[in-house]
């Protein structure tokens, strides 16, 4: 007897976020095509979902979108969604198709939601059509598609980070080939350091390729401070004991260095932000991600009180902890 093989009819992935600690700029293609790059990211237990699902012809649209807003259309060129549209048309779906994200955090939070939303949807585009990706190649296709094809002022490390997942040193040549490692951090010390770890969201949206296009390029000198840190960090995180305290350093000096690039990575409403943290009691932090809004990461130099400190701070805490898994199917469901 012969078996025909089952259609896939719904697929859900689930991709995380990440924190940079080092290196931010230099995965810019701009500046390592022509120094190369180096950064340390670590992805968290927040999440972006895309569910992707035969549509079925008794509606009247061949796609329907839905994330923030919901999209009708019936040919490819009609959806707004940028990275959707590509993604449709490099992975050839012509079929009827329902494609619907959510997301633990807000778009523009300075945690690579775009690039998370990229490499689940492509992680989910590619079991829905029954075929098998790497990691590796997931993240090279969302970097494609983000820079090469939509003309994203973006870098590559977030779409690395949340493809392969946990906590990594990458390093990428002039020509743009990435390697990567896992950085050897005792596993006490990794409980420890999301432990005295917060998130404090700036309440400001901000768009990457706004914030990118103002760095000075004639000024690359800060950015080769931050790559130059990259080992200096790495050492602190394997260290047989861990210290907070010049992690927290560590932090708020990359996050003065960093200010220096562009005059719009920073504003009085973030540095005040900042400095009331500080003085609550955080031993160090920086923005997230490019700059300009989205969340700030600290790290405490004890364990808070939520309610205390969202109530002196007037902005929103939130707790994290690690994820050492980067974008996988978390369902599938076949024709019965």
């Avoid at 079925?56 to 009609?78: D, V, W």
């Avoid at 949807?121 to 098998?132: P, Q, R, S, V």
Wanted: proline share 1%; net charge positive; with cysteine.
């Amino acid at each position: 007897m012969v078996y025909k093989k089952k259609k896939i009819h719904l697929v859900t992935t689930k991709t995380p976020h990440r924190i940079s600690f080092a290196g931010g700029g230099s995965d810019i293609p701009y500046y390592y095509k022509k120094f190369g790059g180096s950064f340390i990211n670590c992805t968290i237990d927040k999440f972006v979902y895309v569910t992707v699902k035969r549509h079925h012809e008794i509606f009247n649209e061949n796609f329907r979108i839905m994330y923030s807003k919901t999209e009708h259309a019936n040919k490819l060129f009609e959806i707004k969604n940028d990275i959707t549209r590509t993604c449709l048309k490099i992975l050839k779906i012509k079929e009827p198709i329902l494609i619907c994200t959510y997301s633990d955090l807000h778009e523009g939070s300075g945690l690579g939601s775009s690039s998370s939303f990229a490499v689940g949807l492509l992680n989910a585009l590619y079991a829905f059509k029954g075929a098998k990706v790497s990691k590796k190649k997931l993240a090279k296709m969302a970097c494609k598609i983000e820079i090469d094809i939509l003309k994203k002022n973006c870098g590559i490390q977030d779409q690395y980070s949340v493809a392969i997942g946990g906590l990594n040193k990458f390093d990428v040549n002039k020509k743009g080939i990435v390697k990567f490692r896992k950085v050897n951090i005792k596993e006490k010390n990794l409980k420890k350091l999301f432990k005295y770890f917060i998130l404090v969201w700036s309440k400001k949206k901000r768009k990457v390729d706004n914030i990118l296009k103002s760095y000075d390029k004639k000024n690359l000198k800060n950015i080769k401070l931050l790559k130059d840190n990259v080992s200096y960090i790495e050492k602190i995180l394997i260290n047989k004991k861990i210290n907070l305290i010049k992690i927290g350093k560590f932090l708020s000096d990359s996050w003065i260095l960093k200010k220096k690039i562009s005059n719009k990575i920073s504003n009085n409403k973030l540095d005040f932000i900042y400095k009331k943290i500080i003085k609550i009691g955080a031993i160090g932090g920086k923005l997230s991600g490019a700059g300009g809004g989205g969340f700030f990461f600290f790290i405490m130099s004890k364990i808070i009180n939520f309610n205390k400190i969202q109530k002196s701070s007037k902005t929103s805490i939130m707790k994290v902890g690690y994820y050492p898994y980067g974008s996988k199917v978390i369902n599938k469901i076949y024709y019965e």
